[in-house]
């Protein structure tokens, strides 16, 4: 009897430990959302009062994921490697070929970006293995990162100039609203604010999930949290070009992946370090590049189909099946 007890109380604990673990990952990611529109706002409107070129602002502000730098940090502090670099190639991976993918399946994508953004989007995964090459990411290469992003940050708002794919109806309008100079500042120290605690939260559910559990650790951080943080990347893709704006779609493409794995990992790498595993190297960084070569070569020819679109979501597919074969 006493054992039955002991067993119960046992189960008990496992399905409140599961609880807590599902509760505050759920939440977290839920405020990370809330306030990456409060953020989002504020710094357009930051930007409409500086008078930015309307290009250049959505330029700047269309592939923004704060909440991905956030939890990206936020993990790499806490020495969880596998979530911090999971934010960079599973959210890199995820964004590109579930996102790109299943947008085009919605609603398919014609349209054709600048050559030479495309270049750089073809060259900027490439970037990301400076941060692979020692047993830890070197600093250095966060600095060289960042110094990319800046350079393709300055070519896009070049670009935008003569090219309007990255120009959208909702920044504008968003701009427009914000017409007394202190509500920006507010959103965006709101935003800051709230986006930490949510990240903080994701990290503590991850990381009950993966101990108490025996959870993968490259499958939480590389697969499951990624896709809980950008799945509205989807319908951020699919509704503009519904809306008969498949360059808007593209430019949040191509921004979100500048962010991801220029802006975000140069971040991390500069600000924690954190260990390379030999699973980084040889399955999540070549699944970035491979995807986003695909990506480019289908953008370089015109736009995605349906067709074009499958295929991209067959090799996320692919990828997940991969991480579930590595860590079964």
């Known amino acids: 009897m006493p054992s039955q007890q002991g067993d119960c109380r046992e189960d008990v604990g496992v399905i409140g430990d599961l609880v807590v673990a599902v509760g505050a990952f759920v939440l977290g990611i839920l405020v990370v959302a809330w306030s990456t529109e409060r953020l989002l706002s504020g710094m357009i409107g930051l930007a409409a009062l500086f008078r930015l070129a309307p290009f250049a ?4 502000f269309s592939g923004l994921e704060a909440e991905n730098v956030a939890v990206g940090l936020v993990a790499a502090h806490s020495g969880v490697p596998d979530l911090a670099l999971g934010t960079v190639f599973g959210g890199g991976v995820f964004i590109i070929c579930v996102a790109l993918g299943l947008g085009a399946i919605l609603v ?3 349209v054709q970006p600048p050559t030479g953004i495309l270049a750089s ?3 900027a995964p490439l970037l990301t293995g400076l941060a692979l090459v020692g047993d830890a990411t070197p600093r250095w290469a966060g600095i060289v990162l960042l110094a ?8 896009m708002v070049t670009a935008s100039r003569t090219h309007r794919f990255l120009e959208t109806d909702q920044v504008l309008e968003v701009a427009r609203r914000a017409r007394r100079w202190w509500i920006p500042p507010l959103l965006t120290l709101v935003g800051i604010a709230t986006i930490t605690i949510g990240a903080e939260l994701i990290t503590y559910g991850a990381e009950r999930m993966i101990s108490r559990f025996s959870l993968s650790v490259g499958l939480i951080g590389m697969v499951v949290t990624p896709a809980a943080i950008e799945l509205e990347e989807v319908m951020r893709q699919a509704i503009p070009a519904f809306h008969g704006r498949p360059d808007v779609s593209v430019g949040n493409v191509v921004g979100s992946v500048f962010y991801f794995v220029l802006f975000n990992l140069g971040l991390i790498v500069l600000v924690s370090p954190v260990p390379v595993t030999s699973l980084t190297r040889a399955l999540d960084w070549p699944f970035l590049v491979a995807s986003t070569w695909l990506a480019t070569l ?5 736009g995605v189909s349906r067709g074009q679109g499958a295929v991209l979501l067959a090799l996320y597919a692919s990828y997940v099946g991969a991480h579930l074969l590595v860590r079964s």
């Open 57 to 60: 602002i959505a330029g700047i």
């Open 108 to 110: 398919p994508l014609r």
């Open 148 to 155: 990319a992003f800046a350079l393709v940050l300055g070519h």
């Open 121 to 123: 989007l073809a060259a």
């Open 298 to 302: 289908f953008l370089w020819r015109g």
